[in-house]
């Protein structure tokens, strides 16, 4: 009889770089403008959909944020750590690039330790390199696509019955001998109503089950700033030529034609969940208008007779009118928009593909939703887009003080990143070379040696043809000096806020100049590595309430404890896999 109480699966989330306690290195502002360090201890929400997927078919599945507890816990022994988990299969995501170097050396730790455990790897960055990656020594498996719940329980199907992995879908694998097989990439679901993605109630029934908040925790600031998540959709309608998202790249990486999206109701759904133990925002990953004008429609409807308390960001792929916001507004009593413009030249906005309107439409939209009683808007520029210039770059920050002036001091946020440190595979802009960009890494080889390079030009993995790379650093903290110096003059940002931001700057110009056989103090990399686009809490969003346990939640918590029961009894007679999805599967 198997063990009904032992995990079948353990879901390990890796820091950036496995190493970073003792490597200093000068990363830069790569995850200024991400919830997360530069270590990226935030995990794929996609793990959560996994593992409550999972459990619904019986298995046990645990999620273990180990970026996260090694960021919080300085003297945290990994090994030892590692070496207590007891699991037939311990599952690693490489989802973005900048988690290779990671995601491999917590892979090799993990075969070390558990010579006989499988080591599974998923994600788009990884469903981009399969055949490479499964090369590793350290790797038994890699899943391939964006919807990967079915294909793991296929997996884990396989393994329990020690059938053959031929007919396991979307599945890269090896045989005894080291050659690698892979299946073909056929579950591609057309609907993601099938599942729960984020699964809040994975999350909050594992809190109890697996007795830790820790190991589920996002981000390192989460509990003082939460923040939680609607996805809309897997896959996008736009083909931006920098986003490992777009719709070529999903295409090429996940053979997805078009998105797959959640319903309105799921999502309404999700709202409430959210609403029952938290008044933090909710950020919805998408244009809410992706999807049709039909699903919008009955979304805010929705939205309208819930009237959550929580601030609800939208973001915007295209201009909005009077009418739009009039829902909006209706609907959220608190809310706000994002809108990721990347540059004031509508020129190089084009040749990107994001937001190819005039700058007239996209002025329109944002004094409409201020109008319409949006507390925010929020504009994001970047460094390093396709055949953009230092003097094109040096354009944003006059273009994001005219934007300012639109609306009253503080509604309007302009903020500024680099594209970095890695073009993201599949991209337009890593596989066109048309579009200007130069790359320095090609293999995932390439990009784990690139990860551990001392300063932060050193790690892009590109130049374009207009700026080399220490070109690119140099606009990015002149740009950000002289966005730092607008928002101060126009009343955004405290001095100490501004002068925060100067003094990083300024440790972090002196980095750049630096030789590199003179090592610089692990204190002063720290300084660089963050704040240096914008201070600290300026992306943030006001939190009321953090928490709150309802009648809502209880009963949630309660469901969840009598489904537990069901769960553990089918396990102690071997009763597994009672909801497989494989008549999802889209025809490809």
Not at 151 to 161: M, S
Not at 254 to 281: H, Q
């Amino acid at each position: 009889m198997r063990n009904p109480f032992r995990r079948d699966l353990v879901l390990i989330h890796p820091p950036a770089i496995y190493d970073f306690r003792s490597r200093s290195a000068f990363r830069g502002p790569v995850a200024d403008a991400v919830p997360s360090t530069s270590l990226f201890e935030m995990y794929p929400i996609g793990m959560t959909s996994i593992a409550a997927f999972l459990e619904r078919n019986h298995y046990n599945v645990q999620i273990l944020n180990l970026a996260y507890r090694m960021l919080h816990e300085p003297s945290l022994d990994v090994p030892a750590w590692l070496a207590a988990i007891d699991a037939p299969v311990i599952g690693l995501d490489l989802h973005w690039l900048p988690h290779v170097q990671g995601t491999l050396a917590v892979a090799a730790l993990v075969k070390t330790l558990h010579p006989s455990t499988k080591v599974l790897i998923g994600g788009l960055s990884a469903s981009y390199y399969h055949e490479e990656l499964v090369r590793h020594p350290a790797v038994d498996f890699v899943i391939r696509g964006d919807s990967t719940e079915e294909p793991v329980r296929q997996l884990l199907q396989a393994l329990r019955e020690t059938s053959p992995f031929d007919a396991v879908e979307n599945l890269t694998w090896k045989r005894a001998d080291g050659s690698v097989v892979v299946n073909p990439l056929t579950f591609v679901p057309e609907t993601l109503d099938y599942v729960d993605v984020p699964a809040y109630d994975y999350v909050l029934r594992s809190v109890f089950k697996y007795g830790s908040l820790d190991n589920l925790m996002p981000t390192l600031e989460w509990l003082r700033q939460p923040i939680t998540l609607l996805l809309s959709a897997r896959g996008c309608a736009l083909d931006c030529a920098i986003c490992g998202g777009s719709r070529s790249a999903y295409r090429r990486i996940c053979n997805r034609k078009r998105p797959a999206f959640r319903s309105a109701d799921k999502l309404a759904e999700d709202v409430r969940r959210i609403a029952s133990f938290t008044d933090a925002p909710i950020f919805m990953v998408h244009d809410p208008r992706m999807a049709g004008m039909r699903s919008t429609a009955r979304f805010f409807s929705l939205l309208e007779e819930i009237q959550p308390r929580n601030e609800l960001i939208f973001e915007l792929y295209a201009p909005a009118d009077d009418q739009f916001f009039e829902v909006v507004a209706r609907s959220a009593p608190a809310w706000s928009i994002e809108i990721t413009l990347e540059s004031p030249d509508e020129q190089l906005r084009r040749l990107n593909g994001k937001l190819p309107f005039p700058n007239e439409a996209i002025e329109h939209t944002i004094t409409s939703a201020l109008r319409r009683g949006c507390r925010t808007v929020d504009v994001f520029f970047m460094i390093g887009l396709p055949h953009q210039t230092y003097q094109a770059a040096l354009a944003i920050p006059d273009y994001c003080e005219h934007l300012i002036e639109l609306g009253d001091p503080g509604r309007i946020r302009p903020f500024v990143a680099p594209l970095g440190p890695f073009l993201d595979p599949g991209s337009r802009a890593f596989e066109e070379p048309a579009l200007g960009y130069h790359r320095f890494c090609s293999t995932l080889a390439d990009h784990r040696q690139a990860a551990l390079q001392p300063t932060w030009p050193q790690i892009l993995s590109y130049e374009t043809d207009g700026m080399t790379r220490e070109e690119i650093a140099g606009a990015t903290y002149d740009v950000a000096e002289r966005l730092n110096a607008i928002k101060r003059r126009r009343g955004l940002i405290d001095a100490a806020t501004a002068d925060g931001v100067t003094s990083r700057l300024h440790v972090a110009r002196q980095l750049l100049s630096m030789s590199t056989t003179a090592p610089p103090s692990h204190a002063a990399v720290e300084m660089a590595n963050h704040g240096t686009m914008f201070g600290d809490d300026e992306l943030k969003w006001p939190v009321g309430h953090r928490f709150r346990i309802g009648p809502a939640l209880l009963r949630s918590l309660a469901a969840g404890f009598a489904q537990e029961i069901g769960h553990t009894a089918s396990r102690m007679v071997g009763r597994y896999d009672t909801a497989a999805l494989r008549k999802l599967k889209s025809e490809v």
